[in-house]
């Protein structure tokens, strides 16, 4: 069983949701678990999705109380952690779709990035390392693109 994260902002715009539903649709529908911060915006979205499809969705919550995530979540984990639970994020995940986002995404970005984790973008942030040729998130067009790739990119055990 496959984990994606997806990642983005609490507030999102109206064509970022409908793209964090599809994911997480098209995630759940190939067998995938969500992991998201569990929160409102992009991970609502596509914790919605994934719920659509009969799929399982994880949130790892900054907060002390499970009780207060989105209510597409399957199971909650209350961390307390604030912004740091996005370590545990990018560490459960076995790729990240970052789809738009503030800060926060970028932060869970270069956390699986340093982890080497494969991360897609869907509207999301531009990354060139230093000293690197090209961007370091790998772009995608198009919801189910972003799913492919991130099913494509994960080592096989």
Same mark, same amino acid.
């Given at each position: ?15 970022e949701s409908k793209?964090a ?9 190939r067998?995938?678990?969500i992991i ?8 609502? @979205?596509?914790?919605q999705? /994934?719920?659509? $499809?009969?799929?399982?969705?994880? &949130?790892? =919550? ?5 009780? !207060?995530g989105?209510?597409y979540?399957?199971f ?6 604030g ?6 994020? @990018?560490?459960?995940?076995? /790729?990240?779709? $970052?789809?738009g986002?503030?800060? &926060?995404? =970028? ?5 699986? !990035? ?10 999301s942030?531009?990354?060139?390392a ?9 772009e /995608?067009?198009? $919801?189910?693109?972003?799913v492919?790739m ?8």
């Amino acid at each position: 069983m496959l984990y994606i994260a997806v990642v983005g902002g609490s507030k999102c715009t109206v064509d970022e949701s409908k793209m964090a539903f599809q994911v997480g649709n098209e995630i759940a529908r190939r067998g995938g678990v969500i992991i998201c911060g569990g929160g409102s915006g992009v991970m609502e @979205a596509a914790s919605q999705g /994934a719920r659509a $499809a009969g799929g399982t969705v994880l &949130g790892i =919550l900054p907060g002390p109380d499970h009780r !207060l995530g989105n209510r597409y979540l399957n199971f909650a984990i209350a961390t307390g952690l604030g912004e740091a639970r996005n370590a545990i994020i @990018a560490r459960t995940a076995d /790729a990240v779709i $970052a789809i738009g986002g503030e800060f &926060g995404t =970028l932060s869970e970005i270069a956390l699986a !990035l340093k982890m080497k984790k494969p991360v897609i973008g869907l509207n999301s942030w531009f990354l060139k390392a230093p000293g690197s040729p090209g961007q370091v998130i790998m772009e /995608a067009t198009s $919801a189910k693109d972003a799913v492919d790739m991130a099913f494509s990119a994960i080592p096989k055990l």
